[in-house]
Structure formats: C-alpha cells, structure tokens
C-alpha cells in the first residue's frame, strides 16, 4: 500500500442475491487489490419470501455459519440492495447550495416516488450543472426492505457498516479497475454509512455510493466516453452508465437469470455446478442433445429478452441527454455470464460492441491449496464494490 494511500480498514462485502450469497475481503497490496478470502453458496429457499429476505432462526444460522466457513478476519460488512424496491433518478432543479436542497428534496421527492415518503429512506447527491439549472441524484429505498436485512445480519453477529446500491456497487468496481490505482481512487461514498448520525432534520443519511459528479449538462460526449453496466442477478438486473466515468442514469428491473435456471436443470437433469460447466463450454456437454435442445427453446429466448431490456434502458438514456449520446461500449457481469458466446451474440442485437465485465478476475491472488478459490468471479462484481468501501471513511 502507498506510504501515504488512503488507510484501509478490513470489511467483507456481502452479497446477498436471490439465488446466491457471495462475499469478498479484499486487502490493497502496492497499487493493487489483492483478494484474501472469498466464499459463496447457494441461498437456501428458506432465505426468501416473495422475493424479499425472511428474517428467521434459519435465516440467521445460515449467514452466522456462512461468515464462519469463509473464515473472514473480520464482523463488519458492507450489504447492498436493489430492485424494484430502489428508485433512483435524476432530477433537474434549479440551482442552489446542499445545505437549501437537504430542506427541500423532500418535497422534490413526493413528485418522482411512487411510495410514500414516511416509508422511504431518501437522500439525494449534485451531480453537476446542467446549463442554467442543476442535476441531481434523487434515491429512495423502502425502509423494511432494508431494515429487515440489517437485522438479520446483525442477529447472525456481523457488523453492518454500509448500505450500498447493486448498481452503484458494479460502478464502484469498474472505477477501482478502470480509472485510478489504489491511493489515486477519488472518494467515493457509500449510499448509507451505518455508524454515521443524519443531521437534524434529514430524511436519512444516505450517500450514492461511486462517485457522481457529474460534468456539465451542454457538453458534448462521444461514444468512447459512455460505458454501460448489466448485472444479470437472479432476480434483478442493475443497469447503471457512466459518463466521463460518473454515473448519469441507473435503472433496476424485475429481470433475472434464476428462472432460466431452474428450467434448465429440470430439462437437462444436471446439476447446478453441471450445468454451468455445459453452458461455459456447449460443445463438451453430454448428452448434447439436451444442451442443444435447451439452447433453442430456453437460453436464446432468454438472450432476446434480456436484449430488449437493455435496449430499452439505453434508449431512456439517449433520451435524456441533450446531445442524444449512445453508450460506446455495455459491459456484463452477473451469473448469466456463464453463458457462452451470450457477449458476442447481444453485440449483434445490440449493434454496439460488448464484453464480459470481469474485475474480480484483476485481484492478485495467493497461489497454493490455501489460497481463495473463486468459482466463475463475474459474479462476483457486486460482492467486490463492496468489498472496496474498506477505504471509505
């Protein structure tokens, strides 16, 4: 670590998805990340009740005994949440300082929130100007989807510190890798410190968590300035894109990998850990009939969906800029990666160039039988974003 780097304090980044928990501890190691322990498995249905987490004695044995078997050094945690359940937006008002907008986005917020404001936790954060006015980042999380895992992690003894996005969590990763080494990484807040007080009279004390300064609204930006996020979850699919490397637009949609799945395993009568070694390489997979079968009916039609969505998101995005700028470039992370071939086939429906997003994969790793082992590590971009937060004050 840089002799005067930013000081790092152990956290382990816990991703509790739909259909997988995964988490991370992450060390910096010079000017670079190195991974010290990972560890994943499959979320017991017990886990979930209408796609929400349902807080249990199970529940809470399995996170305890989940932390203990990755043998991670340390009780605190990052967490994150996404979904239906998250609205983010940007907004234009007109200009004025934080301070006159923290007594007012309340009000701003009850026209974008299709929830009631006394069940939110709300926060906002300047993105930038744009022309005459100013940009900004509304953010709203419905308060029991999110207490509801804090509790349930804490009964299992860890240590909440952060709340973060999925989205934010793929941006965070992608600006650790992409943009400036440890010790020159610009601060990027989490969307909810834990163990900081609101101030008097703030709805929350909620922070985006990658950094979102924005660049000002009338300039004009090509496409190799315009990179687009898709994590495929189970359940969820997070888009966020940057511009300038700053966020501008972020959208979760009820749209995972979790059912295609499931009705692949029931029509081949593989295994999980079988059928992703069949999707990673279809040639091998025997009885190939199956895999070939299955492909038509279920992954490629999977696959047109999944194009439609995104598709659907970068028009949103072209929309709303001023000069109708188009990403240049979709990166893609999640479990449906597993897939062969799924980046160069949505590169043709799309008509934009595409690739696997793999930051994970970047970690030095210690070699030999005792160092983590990490099985398919694109799915492990959100669990890393939040690992990072180790450098967050």
Request: charged fraction near 25%.
């Amino acid at each position: 670590m840089p002799l005067f780097g930013p000081k790092y304090k152990p956290i382990v980044g816990l991703d509790i998805g739909t259909s997988v928990i995964r988490a991370m501890e992450v060390r910096p190691h010079g000017r670079h990340w190195r991974l010290l322990r990972c560890h994943q498995a499959p979320l017991p249905p017990f886990m979930l009740a209408d796609g929400k987490i349902k807080k249990s004695d199970e529940a809470v044995d399995f996170i305890g005994n989940f932390h203990k078997e990755g043998r991670f050094t340390t009780p605190r945690i990052a967490l994150s949440v996404g979904g239906p359940s998250i609205i983010s937006k940007k907004i234009i008002v007109d200009r004025m300082s934080e301070m006159d907008l923290e007594d007012q986005i309340t009000l701003e917020a009850e026209e974008y929130i299709p929830f009631d404001i006394d069940e939110v936790f709300l926060d906002f954060q300047i993105l930038g100007d744009a022309e005459e006015r100013m940009a900004v980042l509304l953010t709203a999380c419905k308060k029991d989807f999110v207490n509801d895992k804090l509790e349930l992690c804490r009964l299992a003894g860890l240590d909440p510190v952060f709340l973060d996005l999925d989205c934010l969590c793929i941006a965070n990763a992608h600006a650790a890798f992409h943009e400036d080494p440890v010790g020159k990484r610009k601060e990027r807040k989490p969307f909810f410190s834990l163990t900081r007080k609101p101030k008097a009279g703030a709805k929350s004390a909620l922070k985006p968590g990658a950094s979102t300064t924005g660049s000002r609204g009338g300039a004009e930006h090509s496409a190799a300035d315009i990179v687009a996020l898709a994590n495929i979850g189970g359940q969820h699919l997070n888009t966020v894109i940057l511009v300038d490397g700053k966020i501008d637009y972020t959208r979760d949609l009820s749209f995972g990998a979790r059912s295609l799945m499931n009705e692949l395993t029931e029509q081949t009568g593989w295994t999980m850990d079988e059928l992703h070694q069949s999707l990673k390489n279809p040639d091998s997979a025997a009885p190939a009939s199956a895999l070939h079968e299955a492909w038509d009916n279920l992954i490629l039609p999977f696959e047109t969906k999944l194009a439609g969505q995104i598709r659907q998101s970068l028009d949103f995005f072209q929309a709303s800029r001023p000069h109708k700028e188009t990403a240049g470039i979709l990166l893609l992370s999640g479990g449906a990666t597993v897939i062969a071939g799924i980046e160069q086939r949505l590169s043709q429906t799309l008509g934009l160039p595409v690739a696997i997003f793999d930051p994970a994969g970047k970690l030095k790793k210690d070699r030999g039988p005792r160092g983590p082992r990490m099985e398919h590590p694109v799915g492990f971009a959100v669990a890393l974003g939040l690992a990072l937060r180790g450098l967050s004050p």
